[in-house]
């Protein structure tokens, strides 16, 4: 068996394999063994830690939602400053670009958002109406600035919006495949970026601005 990083307790190794393992594979395929192989311990010592898979999986959406709590605040400037590393390029203030900003390439957290918002489940039941709650937060933000309209109906225009914005990461393959690209790459948020800016400024019938050179990892 490997030795556990310096940085990370055995115990945040295992839950961190088993994030990747639940993230592409769903967590009712993934077995404690494979999780524990991964990890480098013995299937014991992850019954040891968490008592059960379930255990296991609820600490992992725990996990996750402390995680996306951290990426909101980002969004929505509660807590920004202590979560950037350097000055944010993004345009349209999406999830995607929040997670490309303080996500690691390849993180497996986006897929496991996707999972979470598509289980039965009451982390993945409480996760969307936080969601919500950011989207309600930055229309009425957007509105006070005069940057945009709550419109006739403000709960069903933050739900668009919101809709819009988690459509990414619900089709992120199927979009890969039409586009070319990983919409939740730089690539594809620049190409992404100034199209959904320009229906969200001027309707379907609006020219797109031109979009910037932008570096970063596709």
Do not use: C
Not at 2 to 13: C, G, I, N, Q
Not at 33 to 56: C, E, M, N, Y
Not at 99 to 118: A, C, E, M, Q, W
Not at 169 to 189: E, N
């Amino acid at each position: 068996m490997r030795s556990m990083p310096d940085d990370r307790t055995t115990r945040s190794v295992i839950r961190d394999e088993a994030l990747r393992l639940f993230a592409a594979q769903g967590p009712d395929v993934v077995t404690v063994r494979q999780i524990a192989t991964a990890a480098g311990v013995s299937p014991g010592l992850v019954v040891h830690h968490f008592r059960s898979k379930d255990g296991l999986r609820q600490e992992v959406d725990q996990y996750v939602l402390t995680v996306f709590e951290r990426l909101l605040g980002e969004l929505t400037a509660d807590e920004g400053p202590d979560l950037l590393e350097e000055p944010r390029s993004a345009t349209t203030g999406s999830l995607g670009e929040v997670f490309l900003h303080h996500l690691p390439v390849g993180s497996p957290l986006p897929d496991y958002l996707r999972r979470l918002l598509l289980s039965d489940s009451e982390a993945g039941r409480g996760l969307f109406h936080r969601l919500y709650a950011m989207s309600r937060e930055t229309l009425d933000g957007l509105a006070e600035s005069g940057a945009a309209s709550r419109g006739r109906d403000p709960q069903v225009r933050a739900a668009l919006l919101l809709v819009n914005d988690l459509s990414v990461f619900l089709l992120r393959d199927q979009l890969t495949a039409v586009l070319g690209v990983d919409p939740l790459s730089a690539m594809g948020l620049a190409r992404w970026g100034p199209e959904l800016l320009s229906i969200y400024a001027g309707g379907l019938s609006a020219e797109p601005t031109a979009p910037e050179a932008e570096g970063g990892q596709a």
